[in-house]
């Protein structure tokens, strides 16, 4: 049976269980409705962002803290009104340094710098913090083993190998990661080296100002302004997803930009939903530059118009404004997309019917569901600006794939029980299914099985590269960059890919690392319910 077929068998029978009711069809009606609506005046739709985007600063929230010195960590719980007015309980890092305080701060560090931070766990429960896309060892990688209780502290300290990109960090204790990072600890880790620094210096890029770390999330929030997170069985099973998305921690907001070049970092911070980002003009789609990937630059910018973004991934973009005019609005999108639940079978089915009827899913116009459009972010035209710089035809040289002879490794993804797995099997601790010999290069195989749902898998430790997508669903048709299936968002150096239903991605991962012993990583999917349900697996390394 065709994908397609299967989607629309399962569309009817959801939709027949919400009959008469107002449930995912008439939710999803809503939206598609409030895209096709003609483009609100200028008026209303500033009005409808109202609040100014959280920009990086030299302190505060998302503050820029340039890593050397060492540092402590203080994950704590602290009081922050993300909707105006209400302020609420949220968890935070805090950074103390020469008087000033950073809470979730972005770092910044050259390659091949040493960061020496102290993990303190002000939580009332176990944590760790994991350093997501960094080449470190398994100690410093914070695998769950490493977890720490309340009130103790973990020591980290490691030379970061990595070359310029966008990486991050959040909290990875085991079962705990999910509410953990939901409730607010993540933030931005960016590394930089020479070939980075010429490019910011070609573009006139500035940290903060004009090349921008944009973090989407979706939140859901009570009445007094505090973040929910009490995910029942469906959403343990198909993910955590929010009403409200937040844009840098701001709700519907907005930034007044010049007309130049802008490059945005965009982190997919959401523990489940996954975005179809574009920019948009009056709602006419806007041509942008994928400049780079989890892993930093590509060899070249690639032309877009729309890339699929899932948890735990990241985009480097340049919007290019210069033929915009003051007073110009561009909206940063997400676009409809069908989301694909089509998790397992008759079981799968029996599920979503109880959801539906056990109600909060699509019930009301407010509800955001899954695959539905999204505008996350109104850029407002405010100014002229002298702007001469061209974004250069070539920005990095990627190392040849490695590609093994040896045999591929397998993956399969599949529901059994209501908990996804891979190869047949939950996680568990202290087991290692796989090993694998350091030094090596593998073609892993991650093949997600037809009645699915899209997991973007994540690999602790060791880059990879994509090789190639086979049995794509059809929505992938208009993003696909070349020959082997590739979308944007796969190219370059890669920590976490997105697997849809029936597809088969095909992985380089290079194994070779300069640490001493065996090392544990981890591999797994990147929807951090699914991860904290068990859709994870040990990898070991073996020196
Ligand atoms: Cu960003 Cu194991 O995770
Ligand atoms: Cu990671
Ligand atoms: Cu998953």
Redesign the pocket.
């Known amino acids: 049976m065709k994908m397609i077929d299967f989607n629309r068998r399962k569309f009817l029978i959801t939709g027949a269980a919400v009959l008469g009711a107002a449930g995912v069809v008439a939710g999803v009606g809503w939206w598609y409705r409030a895209r096709r609506a003609p483009h609100a005046g200028m008026e209303t739709g500033a009005a409808a962002f109202p609040n100014a985007l959280r920009l990086p600063g030299t302190s505060g929230v998302l503050g820029v803290m340039d890593v050397a010195a060492p540092f402590t960590m203080l994950a704590k719980p602290v009081q922050h009104a993300i909707l105006e007015g209400k302020p609420a309980p949220v968890l935070a890092y805090q950074v103390e340094q020469d008087g000033k305080t950073w809470v979730n701060p972005v770092f910044r560090v050259r390659t091949g710098a040493t960061l020496q931070a102290k993990l303190s766990n002000a939580l009332d429960e176990n944590t760790i913090i994991?350093w997501?896309g960094l080449k470190v060892d398994a100690r410093n990688d914070a695998h769950p083993l490493y977890e720490i209780g309340a009130g103790t502290a973990y020591d980290y300290q490691f030379p970061v190998p990595n070359r310029a990109g966008t990486y991050w960090y959040?909290p990875?204790p085991d079962k705990l990661t999910s509410k953990q990072a939901y409730l607010g600890l993540a933030g931005f880790f960016i590394v930089e080296d020479d070939e980075e620094l010429a490019l910011q210096k070609a573009l006139d890029l500035k940290l903060g100002a004009t090349d921008i770390p944009l973090v989407i999330q979706d939140k859901k929030f009570d009445e007094q302004g505090r973040l929910l997170y009490a995910p029942n069985e469906e959403e343990k099973v198909n993910g955590y997803i929010g009403d409200t998305v937040l844009v840098n921690l701001t709700p519907r907001p907005h930034f007044n930009a010049a007309t130049r070049i802008y490059r945005f970092r965009i982190l997919n911070g959401s523990n489940a939903r996954i975005y179809r980002l574009g920019f948009a003009q009056g709602g006419r789609p806007l041509e942008y530059q994928v400049i780079g990937t989890d892993g930093g630059l590509l060899d070249r910018p690639y032309p877009v118009k729309e890339a699929f973004l899932a948890p735990?991934e990241r985009l480097d973009v340049l919007l290019d404004l210069r033929a915009a005019a003051v007073g110009d609005a561009v909206m940063l999108q997400s676009l409809a997309f069908d989301p694909m639940h089509a998790e397992g079978s008759m079981a799968g089915m029996a599920m979503d019917h109880g959801a539906m009827g056990g109600m909060d899913h699509g019930a009301q116009p407010g509800m955001l569901a899954d695959g539905a459009a999204i505008d996350l972010l109104r850029i407002n035209v405010a100014s002229k600006a002298a702007y001469e710089p061209r974004v250069p035809p070539k920005l990095s040289t990627l190392a040849p794939v490695k590609s093994a002879v040896a045999k591929a490794r397998e993956f399969v993804l599949d529901l059994k029980d209501r908990r996804w797995r891979i190869n047949g099997e939950v996680f568990e601790m202290n087991k290692t299914p796989v090993t694998v010999q350091r030094g090596v290069n593998e073609i892993w195989e991650v093949r997600n099985d037809k009645a699915s749902m899209p997991h973007p898998m994540?690999l602790?430790g060791v880059p990879f590269r994509v090789l190639g997508r086979s049995g794509s669903p059809q929505q992938l048709k208009s993003v696909i960059v070349n020959e082997q299936g590739l979308t944007a968002t796969d190219l370059g150096w890669k920590d976490t890919v997105l697997v849809w239903p029936g597809e088969t991605v095909r992985l380089a991962v290079d194994f070779s690392h300069p640490y001493p012993g065996d090392q544990i990583y981890?591999f797994?999917c990147?929807n951090l319910e699914h991860e904290d349900q068990g859709m994870m697996i040990n990898i070991k390394v073996q020196a």
């Open positions: 994991h997501h959040h990875h735990g994540h602790h981890l797994h990147h």
